[in-house]
Nanobody
Framework: QVQLVESGGGLVQAGGSLRLSCAAS????????LGWYRQAPGKERELVAT??????????TDSVKGRFTVSRDAAAAKDTLYLQMNLLQFEDTAVYYC????????????????????WGQGTQVTVSS
């Protein structure tokens, strides 16, 4: 299993920056994909960025390309996923969630044959226009 805890959200003016953090613990070495989603009021949850471990590629939704960057510090005492958000726009206002999907590849991961997903509790980002 994996536990995810986000932090770093807040209120920022349009054009500003924020960096979200997602502290991950548990079987993070079994991660196949990891990244960020967001959900704005009255809208469905949408993918922001996802890192596909098998090919080493990060995909971004079109609206954040060139402004948002995902990174990961797996060497730290606690595996942490980051979302650096620059040039924030009012439309970026949402609750942001980090997620991690596991797979049964590698030593100690065999029990994750059903590719479970884990989510953090979310952190609010509000961009004032």
């Amino acid at each position: 299993q994996v536990q995810l805890v986000e932090s770093g959200g807040g209120l920022v003016q349009a054009g500003g920056s924020l960096r979200l953090s997602c502290a991950a613990s548990g079987d993070t070495f079994c991660a196949s994909t990891l990244g960020w989603y967001r959900q704005a009021p009255g809208k469905e949850r949408e993918l922001v960025a996802t890192f596909i471990r098998s090919v080493g590629i990060t995909n971004y939704t079109d609206s954040v390309k060139g402004r948002f960057t995902v990174s990961r510090d797996a060497a730290a005492a606690k595996d942490t996923l980051y979302l650096q958000m620059n040039l924030l726009q009012f439309e970026d206002t949402a609750v942001y969630y980090c997620y991690m999907r596991l797979w049964p590849v590698g030593s100690g991961c065999g029990s994750y044959f059903d590719h479970p997903e884990y989510w953090g509790q979310g952190t609010q980002v509000t961009v004032s226009s």
